[in-house]
């Protein structure tokens, strides 16, 4: 079993910046990889970011260039920054993990950005 802690979501302004953090109970190591995914009100889940273990990242191309993903190791958490918000961002963030054949998912951190 993996427990996943999301923490960083909240109220910001257009423009403004967060960053989310995804704990594990496990090494960041144990996981083929490790995503967010954000589901929009009426709309579908969708990948937002994600890294590999060897470290190697992917960006959705809706927030290349104002989200970056990366991770710390040592306290098996891995960050999404997020810069240059827009309202079109606001939606709850999810974080998940690959273990062997499994996916495990954080309870959500809900992020809106509004003025």
């Known amino acids: 079993q993996v427990q996943l802690v999301e923490s960083g979501g909240g109220l910001v302004q257009p423009g403004g910046s967060l960053k989310l953090s995804c704990t594990t109970s496990r090494s960041i190591f144990s996981f083929g990889a490790m995503g967010w995914y954000r589901q929009a009100p009426g709309k579908e889940r969708e990948l937002v970011a994600s890294i590999t273990r060897g470290g190697g990242t992917n960006i959705a191309d809706s927030v290349k260039g104002r989200f970056t993903i990366s991770r710390d190791i040592t306290k098996n958490t891995n960050y999404l920054q997020m810069n240059s918000l827009k309202p079109e961002d606001t939606a709850v963030y999810y974080c998940?993990?690959?273990?062997?054949?499994?996916?495990?998912w954080g309870q959500g951190t809900r992020v809106t950005v509004s003025s």
């Open positions: 998940n993990v690959h273990l062997n054949t499994q996916i495990y």
